[in-house]
């Protein structure tokens, strides 16, 4: 069993910046691969980037845009997802998630068996 543990969510104004992180037990992390996911009010939760194991990276194109960075510490069992430029548009409950099994490129829920609890993110117009 895995568990994750999302923080850094806040109240932000719109053009700020926060950084997210997920913290995950156990002792093979460097095994997983990492998700993260959002869920705006009102709608279904979509995905937001991925790091692979071996290090390989996914963002959703249009809702990132390159103003969001996955990245991962081992050492720590820890991802992070580096958020800038926010729009009122990224107000949204955000999850980790974990696939033991490592895969690339993986960007549906279904594809991830641990979940955290999430972390809330409000941006401010």
């Known amino acids: 069993q895995v568990q994750l543990v999302e923080s850094g969510g806040g109240l932000v104004q719109a053009g700020g910046s926060l950084r997210l992180s997920c913290a995950a037990s156990?002792?093979?992390?460097?095994?997983?691969?990492m998700g993260w996911f959002r869920q705006a009010p009102g709608k279904e939760r979509e995905f937001v980037a991925a790091?692979?194991?071996?290090?390989?990276?996914?963002y959703d194109a249009n809702s990132v845009k390159g103003r969001f960075t996955i990245s991962r510490d081992n050492a720590k069992n820890t991802v992070y997802l580096q958020m800038n430029s926010l729009q009122f548009e990224d107000t949204a409950v955000y999850y980790c998630?974990?696939?033991?099994?490592?895969?690339?490129?993986?960007?549906?829920?279904?594809?991830?068996?641990?979940w955290g609890q999430g972390t809330r993110v409000t941006v401010s117009s």
């Open positions: 998630a974990a696939d033991p099994k490592g895969r690339s490129g993986i960007r549906r829920e279904y594809e991830y068996d641990y």
């Open positions: 156990g002792r093979t992390f460097s095994l997983y691969t």
């Open positions: 790091i692979s194991r071996a290090g390989g990276i996914t």
